[in-house]
């Protein structure tokens, strides 16, 4: 028999090792997120699964399970503290949703919605962000990025390519990719790669596959973010579980 | 004639193999890189990268991380003008533009000649000696109208560094008041030769009960974490002196490091024989770059005596030594484990915790990370022994305490203190008149007025970590607290959203207010975005960001309420107004017919 915590008053069991988010996905309860990736080791940046612990706020994806804990999660208190997040990156980053290709199957969108973010409430930072398409088959559409860094575990980890780094700090903390000219036709990045299927938002695109699936038949269009992320919760790691090149994970 | 490629290359070759080709002296390479070729070139960073076996983009994010780090040319001659409120107070914002006029330049650009560019930089350590700047990372004091006319000449004449006036680079210690640890009378090896007596518990149980807390700020007792490290697992353990004494105000790492270096390395050398470390790092911020020679000699004169290296004082066996890291330029590379992964090569982010440093710091192995001046304290406890060093300070603070005064005194400096000194007591020795409020601990600390000027420094009231800035009647505490702002926006990590954003939030609102655009509302949203930092912020820089706003918001509110717009939110149509057709209906007109008028 396994131990259990409590989630919002009732029991998630859990197996050792395990992190409060990933034993509360696997035990069907959804945290909202979205820097953590079922598949990769969760570094706890984005902090949108924050929860309370016996009284403390701490992110959830990072947070290892022990019995007996008092997780509160669903509570007006933390979803409020959720849309402000997500209202930041919203304001940190250039997003118009209605002319982008991953609408629809863009995990912030979706978590906006679910969490009833209704204006991004603080004023648009407007950030200078050229696109890169010098690619043949992929385009990086730097204005979405929200830091998270899954492309840049997903490149260095199951790829074994490291397409992706971070540089700059604070406000200007930004995505790099690895080439002299900076540019991503000087690196190895193919289709195929893992990194392809990473992105919770548009900055990785594939060239010539624009609006192939139409609005309204999309991924957050069928099942909304808390049931998709159930359905992923269970998948099978690719990836060793632990990442030399992202930040905290150390 | 080499091709442009090969410039950037040449050299590099030297410097890889002086750090053994090791990865984890990334960031050492780098800086030495600068200091050769003045700016880091693109083809540097990939060939760097292919000799260290890590992606170029690693070694461009590293490079990217630090503020004294430069990927694109950046002048001959840096200038960067000490940006702490001390300094605007000593008039550097003013010296700054005379700076510009003289050589026709804007703040951040580089000439068109690519001979200087000025800028601003966070506190440099000077603030008893201001207004300060760096020149090439070079620290140059006391400036004066004169004296940045005539460093604008040198820089016009291309006079090498080397041959400016000595004077200029002089650092005075500026030490008023001294204690048993500015007193002491150790001789270099005292301490080790004691303790060589006594076994490796003897001495973490002598620190303990001392009662030495660590003096960075935080307090963790010494002998818990020198007990905890010594005791986890691991094929090596390490000792790391936290020497990036950056937080603005705080000077007294500086004055031990240049005049009780020996101190510093003797209680790392206890600290090492207690835990069983063979290695230990010095972390020397950016900042105090001048000082690495003079420290490095230390070292070799340590060597030379038996007090480093192989055998230790003849003890089979007691092998240490001790390696000085350069910073270049991050705040928050004073967090221990974001010191750790700086140390390791890294962009200096906190990590996760748990695991803590003293099981899981430098390279996954028990690591303890302390103070430069908790070194020095815990040698001399162990010098005086625990019973007399308890003796000094109060029940849960033993000991005494170096604070570094700046601000509105006339005797800036350092001060030693037995724990429990009240912040009035050190504005009198200092000379300050008038004074209206001080901020303890740096711009993470606390802001005491002068109601509170009965508190004492210590655990037990207004924990330290030495920082003490005086603000007399005529400063504008708003002001104040928006450079602190600032700091925090510069020098988060962007790590987290919640003080990546919110930092950058935070200055927008607070210059919006300073603009005369500010309301009600605005304050309100600071009291937001400081629930927003304090609870979902990934370390200790994002949950204090706001604590310099709200502390000047809770004593000098009106120096909030002088700038905004309306004190109120004012709405384009009469709420209350809207209401009075319903009063005349019900017959009312009582005070709960009318919105309050928070409500209006």
């Known amino acids: 028999m396994s131990d259990t915590f409590q989630l919002d008053g009732t029991s998630v069991p859990f197996e050792a090792g395990q992190t409060v988010m990933q034993a509360a996905l696997a035990g069907g309860r959804y945290i909202p997120h979205l820097c953590y990736h079922p598949e990769f080791k969760p570094h706890g940046s984005c902090k949108v699964c924050t929860v309370k612990i016996n009284g403390r706020t701490m992110a959830s994806c990072t947070m290892p399970a022990e019995a007996g804990l008092e997780v509160e999660s669903n509570i007006e208190e933390l979803n409020g503290l959720r849309r402000t997040l997500v209202q930041m990156l919203f304001v940190e980053g250039n997003h118009f949703c209605p002319s982008c290709e991953a609408s629809g199957n863009c995990q912030l969108q979706a978590t906006a919605y679910a969490l009833q973010v209704m204006t991004p409430h603080y004023?648009?930072?407007?950030?200078?962000?050229?696109?890169?398409?010098?690619?043949?088959?992929?385009?990086?559409?730097?204005?979405?990025?929200?830091?998270?860094?899954?492309?840049?575990?997903?490149?260095?980890?199951?790829?074994?390519?490291?397409?992706?780094?971070?540089?700059?700090?604070?406000?200007?903390?930004?995505?790099?990719?690895?080439?002299?000219?900076?540019?991503?036709?000087?690196?190895?990045?193919?289709?195929?790669?893992?990194?392809?299927?990473?992105?919770?938002?548009?900055?990785?695109?594939?060239?010539?596959?624009?609006?192939?699936?139409?609005?309204?038949?999309?991924?957050?269009?069928?099942?909304?973010?808390?049931?998709?992320?159930?359905?992923?919760?269970?998948?099978?790691?690719?990836?060793?579980?632990?990442?030399?090149?992202?930040?905290?994970?150390? | 004639m080499m091709a442009g490629s090969e410039i950037h290359t040449a050299g590099l070759d030297s410097i890889l193999d002086r750090y053994a080709r090791d990865p984890n002296a990334l960031l050492q390479v780098l800086r030495e890189v600068q200091e050769l070729h003045g700016y880091i070139h693109p083809s540097s960073i990939s060939y760097i990268g292919v000799k260290l076996g890590i992606p170029r983009a690693r070694v461009e994010g590293v490079a990217g991380f630090y503020s004294f780090l430069h990927l694109q040319p950046h002048g001959e001659y840096r200038v960067l003008f000490s940006d702490n409120i001390t300094d605007r107070m000593q008039g550097s914002q003013a010296l700054m533009e005379q700076m510009c006029q003289q050589l026709w330049l804007q703040?951040?650009?580089?000439?068109?000649?690519?001979?200087?560019?000025?800028?601003?930089?966070?506190?440099?350590?000077?603030?008893?000696?201001?207004?300060?700047?760096?020149?090439?990372?070079?620290?140059?004091?006391?400036?004066?109208?004169?004296?940045?006319?005539?460093?604008?000449?040198?820089?016009?004449?291309?006079?090498?560094?080397?041959?400016?006036?000595?004077?200029?680079?002089?650092?005075?210690?500026?030490?008023?008041?001294?204690?048993?640890?500015?007193?002491?009378?150790?001789?270099?090896?005292?301490?080790?030769?004691?303790?060589?007596?006594?076994?490796?518990?003897?001495i973490i149980e002598t620190v303990k009960s001392s009662g030495l807390r660590g003096r960075g700020g935080a307090g963790f007792p010494t002998g818990i974490k020198w007990e905890a490290c010594s005791n986890a697992p691991g094929s090596e353990h390490y000792v790391v002196c936290n020497a990036d004494e950056g937080e603005p105000g705080t000077f007294k790492d500086r004055v031990l490091l240049t005049s009780y270096a020996d101190l510093v390395f003797e209680g790392m050398t206890l600290c090492a024989l207690a835990i069983g470390a063979q290695h230990g790092f010095l972390y020397l911020r950016g900042e105090y770059r001048y000082l690495l020679e003079p420290l490095q000699a230390v070292l070799q004169r340590r060597r030379d005596n038996k007090l480093l290296g192989r055998n230790i004082l003849e003890r089979s066996g007691f092998d240490f030594d001790i390696a000085i890291h350069l910073g270049a330029g991050a705040y928050i590379c004073g967090e221990e484990s974001a010191l750790i992964e700086s140390l390791e090569g890294k962009r200096g982010v906190p990590r996760n915790r748990p695991p803590f440093p003293v099981t899981h710091g430098y390279l996954q192995q028990p690591t303890a990370v302390d103070n430069v001046e908790t070194f020095c304290s815990a040698a001399l406890a162990m010098q005086m022994g625990a019973e007399n060093y308890r003796a000094i300070g109060t029940a849960k603070s033993s000991g005494s305490k170096l604070i570094s005064v700046s601000g509105d005194c006339p005797r800036p400096g350092i001060y030693e203190y037995p724990f429990g000194v009240s912040v009035r007591e050190v504005l009198d020795d200092c000379g300050a008149a008038n004074a209206r409020a001080v901020q303890v601990s740096g711009p993470s600390g606390v802001c005491v007025a002068e109601?509170?000027?009965?508190?004492?420094?210590?655990?037990?009231?207004?924990?330290?970590?030495?920082?003490?800035?005086?603000?007399?009647?005529?400063?504008?505490?708003f002001e104040v607290a928006r450079n602190f702002v600032h700091f925090f926006a510069h020098e988060s990590c962007g790590f987290c959203t919640p003080c990546r954003v919110g930092t950058a939030l935070l200055k927008s609102t607070m210059d919006k207010i300073a603009a005369g655009l500010g309301t009600q509302y605005d304050l309100g949203e600071i009291e937001h975005l400081d629930h927003v930092l304090q609870t979902s912020s990934h370390c200790g820089l994002g949950r204090t960001a706001c604590n310099p706003v709200l502390h000047t918001l809770k004593h000098f509110r009106p120096a909030y309420e002088s700038r905004l717009k309306s004190l109120e939110f004012e709405p384009a149509f009469d709420l209350d107004g809207a209401l009075a057709r319903a009063r005349q209906m019900t017959g009312r007109d009582d005070a709960g017919a009318h919105l309050k008028p928070e409500e209006a």
Not at chain 1, 134 to 147: A, G, M, T, V, Y
Not at chain 1, 195 to 206: F, K, R, S, Y
Not at chain 1, 233 to 244: E, H, I, L, N
Request: with cysteine.
């Open chain 2, 107 to 202: 703040p951040g650009k580089v000439s068109e000649d690519g001979l200087v560019s000025i800028n601003t930089t966070s506190c440099t350590g000077m603030c008893d000696q201001g207004p300060a700047m760096l020149v090439n990372g070079r620290a140059i004091t006391r400036l004066t109208h004169q004296r940045v006319q005539e460093i604008g000449h040198l820089i016009r004449n291309r006079t090498p560094l080397a041959d400016w006036p000595a004077d200029y680079f002089r650092v005075e210690d500026n030490i008023r008041r001294r204690g048993p640890l500015l007193d002491n009378t150790i001789a270099p090896g005292d301490v080790l030769r004691a303790a060589l007596a006594l076994d490796s518990k003897d």
């Open chain 2, 451 to 477: 109601s509170e000027f009965d508190r004492k420094l210590g655990f037990e009231d207004l924990p330290t970590a030495g920082a003490f800035m005086v603000f007399d009647d005529s400063r504008d505490l």
């Open chain 1, 123 to 250: 004023n648009q930072f407007f950030p200078d962000r050229p696109l890169d398409a010098s690619h043949p088959d992929i385009l990086l559409d730097f204005n979405r990025c929200i830091l998270c860094e899954l492309c840049v575990c997903a490149s260095s980890e199951v790829d074994g390519k490291n397409v992706f780094g971070l540089s700059g700090r604070g406000i200007t903390k930004h995505l790099i990719v690895n080439a002299e000219s900076g540019l991503l036709k000087d690196t190895d990045m193919a289709l195929t790669d893992k990194a392809m299927q990473v992105c919770p938002v548009g900055v990785i695109l594939e060239k010539g596959k624009g609006f192939s699936v139409p609005i309204g038949e999309r991924r957050y269009d069928q099942r909304p973010v808390s049931a998709q992320a159930l359905d992923d919760a269970p998948r099978q790691a690719d990836a060793s579980g632990s990442c030399a090149v992202c930040e905290g994970s150390s």
